[in-house]
Nanobody
Framework: QVQLVESGGGLVQFGGSLRLSCACS????????MGWYRQAPGKQRDLVAT???????NYNDSVKGRFTISRDNAKNTVDLQMNSLKPEDTAAYYC?????????WGQGTQVTVSS
């Protein structure tokens, strides 16, 4: 059974920074590709960034150059460093793991950026 637990959300001013963390419990399954998604009220859930076990990354164009995803395979954690935050980054952020056709989600953590 896989469990993803996020932490690190909060309220930050325009231009500020936050770091989100996700802890994965689930043994070998936690070695698969992990990522962060976000969902603003009334909008669909969108990809923010993903990272493979080997460290290959993929970013949504809207966050390139501002956000950095990283992972610690020994600790089964994945972090999202968010810099130069904008009001449009305001959303619930979800950690995700996709070891196969099924996708696991965390409970989400709220990020609010004030202008």
């Amino acid at each position: 059974q896989v469990q993803l637990v996020e932490s690190g959300g909060g309220l930050v001013q325009f231009g500020g920074s936050l770091r989100l963390s996700c802890a994965c419990s689930g043994g070998i399954l936690c070695s698969y590709i992990m990522g962060w998604y976000r969902q603003a009220p009334g909008k669909q859930r969108d990809l923010v960034a993903t990272i493979t076990k080997g460290g290959s990354t993929n970013y949504n164009d809207s966050v390139k150059g501002r956000f950095t995803i990283s992972r610690d395979n020994a600790k089964n954690t994945v972090d999202l460093q968010m810099n130069s935050l904008k009001p449009e980054d305001t959303a619930a952020y979800y950690c995700s793991l996709a070891p196969g056709s099924y996708r696991y989600w965390g409970q989400g953590t709220q990020v609010t950026v004030s202008s």
